[in-house]
C-alpha cells in the first residue's frame, strides 16, 4: 500500500513540474496566439493557431516574463524587420494584434490605387490568381468573409490576389476586394516617427491597421514597448466552430511556416 501511495506521489509531483516547467517555458519564449480575424488572409486564415517568438525583439513591458522589464523600451533581441508577421499589443484597447512590418522608424507610407509606396517607390505586385473560399460563417465568431463577387451561403466567395515584393526582398500574398477612391486604396503620406512601426494586414481591404488613426478604431503608430514578438509557423489549424471538430481541421497547414 505504502509502495502505490508512493508511486501515485511520484506521478503527480512528475505532473506538477512538467506544468511548471511548460508555463516557465511559455512565459520566457513562446506566446499561443489564435487567429480571430480575416485581416491576415491568404496568409493566416481564421482558426490558425501559431506560437509567438517572444524573444525576436527582444522583452519589452508586453512580452516581459515576470513583469521584471522596464517600464519602456526592449532588452535583448534584434531589430523588427520589414516583411515580419508580428504580434504586438494595440495601444489603445490593450487587445492582441497581428499584421504584417510594412514601415520601420523613418519610413514614409503611402497607398496610391491599390499599390503599396515605401519612401517613394512602389511595391511591386504581380498577379497571383484568385483567392477563393466558401461564403459562411467562420470559426467562433461566426463572421461571413469578405467577397469581391456577391456570394449566397453556401458558394465560392472570390477575391483577387497579388504577389507583393518589398523592398527587401520580402515576398507575400496580398488580397483585393475592391477599388476604393479613399481609405483604404488611397492615403496620405505617413511617416513613421522614431522607435514606432507602421503595420498592414495582407487582406488589404479588410484590416483595421496603422493606415486608420487610433481615434478611428485603427492602430495608428505603434511603438516598439507594444511589440510582443514574431510569427513563424502556424502549429495547427481549424475551419470550424470548435477546436475539437476533427473534420474541420486542416492538416496541409500543420506546422506551415509564414511567409
Known sequence: MAKS???????????VWALL???????????????????????????????????????????????????????????PE????????HPVNGSDMIKRLIGLPGDQIQMKQG??????AAAPQVP???????????????NRPGCANAPSIGEICE????????????????????????LPDNTDVYTVPEKHYFFMGDNRDN???SRYGQSGGGVGFVSE????????????SSAGRRMLYFWTWRADRFFKAIE
Open 82 to 89: 520589414r516583411g515580419d508577421v508580428v504580434v504586438f499589443r
Open 225 to 236: 514597448e507594444y511589440l510582443i514578438g514574431r510569427a513563424d509557423r502556424v502549429v495547427f
Open 21 to 79: 516547467i511548460a508555463g516557465l517555458f511559455r512565459t520566457l519564449f513562446f506566446q499561443p496566439f489564435w487567429i480571430p480575424s480575416e485581416s491576415m488572409k491568404s496568409t493566416l486564415l481564421i482558426g490558425d493557431f501559431i506560437f509567438v517568438n517572444k524573444m525576436a525583439y527582444g522583452y519589452s513591458r508586453y512580452s516581459c516574463p515576470f513583469g521584471l522589464c522596464p517600464i519602456s523600451g526592449r532588452l535583448l533581441g534584434s531589430a
Open 159 to 182: 477575391k483577387e490576389r497579388a504577389r507583393e515584393t518589398l523592398p527587401n526582398g520580402v515576398e507575400h500574398d496580398v488580397l483585393n476586394i475592391a477599388n476604393a477612391a479613399g
Open 207 to 209: 484590416s483595421a491597421d
Open 5 to 15: 501511495e508512493g508511486g501515485i506521489g511520484e506521478t503527480i509531483k512528475t505532473v
Open 115 to 120: 499599390i503599396l509606396y515605401i519612401n517613394g
Open 128 to 142: 497571383a490568381g484568385t483567392f477563393q473560399e466558401v461564403f459562411e460563417p467562420q470559426g467562433p465568431m461566426g
